[in-house]
């Protein structure tokens, strides 16, 4: 079993990494929010503007629409020892300029995903945010597409819960998929509050 010492060395690491500087505008600022407790881990797809202002996962719009889905509030998000935040690249990959974020440098994950998982074994329940955790995640698993995936979050239970990316761009989605929210919210919900209860 991986302590807590082991987690602390790599978590210092990662924030020591720089590996991207000179190919992110902004310089690096790697975020990433885990404890040797985390039970429920948040993977989205990489840190936002805000975010990498602020150094808090989640700490925008999309966070807010997150913690709704999750049927908690912002304290909760941040405070309790099982909730984990690990995107698949920890520092804000900058802006395109044809809108939207650059999605995240694969590199990321290859340096330190896999080393960072295998420190969290209590992880009971995953949430792959978005296609980019969901491709890395599931592989050969994942369905054609984003909407196929959510759509089947049945069949990669109960350890994992393929979502939406809660994303403002996002709005129009949920309006033609009403059973997101419909289905696939209460589950979650429900699954988290019994994870934090627990």
Not at 39 to 55: F, T
Not at 97 to 121: H, M, S, T, Y
Request: proline share 10%; charged share 20%; aromatic share 8%.
């Amino acid at each position: 079993m991986p302590s807590a010492a082991d987690l602390q060395t790599l978590l210092s690491e990662i924030a020591a990494c720089r590996v991207c500087a000179g190919d992110l505008v902004p310089e690096p600022r790697p975020v990433v929010r885990v404890r040797a407790e985390t039970r429920l881990l948040i993977c989205g797809q990489a840190p936002g503007r805000l975010v990498h202002e602020s150094g808090l996962p989640f700490n925008d719009p999309s966070g807010v629409r997150l913690r709704s889905w999750m049927g908690i509030d912002r304290d909760t998000f941040y405070d309790h020892p099982a909730i984990g935040v690990a995107a698949m690249a920890f520092c804000f990959p900058g802006t395109n300029p044809k809108g939207g974020d650059f999605p995240p440098p694969a590199r990321c994950a290859e340096l330190w995903r896999r080393r960072l998982l295998a420190q969290l074994p209590r992880v009971e329940l995953t949430l792959l945010v978005g296609s980019y955790a969901q491709a890395w995640a599931l592989g050969a698993a994942r369905k054609g597409t984003m909407t196929d995936t959510v759509a089947a979050w049945a069949d990669y239970g109960p350890g994992i819960l393929p979502l939406p990316h809660p994303s403002w761009r996002n709005t129009a989605w949920l309006k033609r998929n009403p059973w997101f929210e419909a289905e696939v919210t209460p589950y979650l919900r429900q699954r988290v509050g019994d994870i934090l209860r627990a």
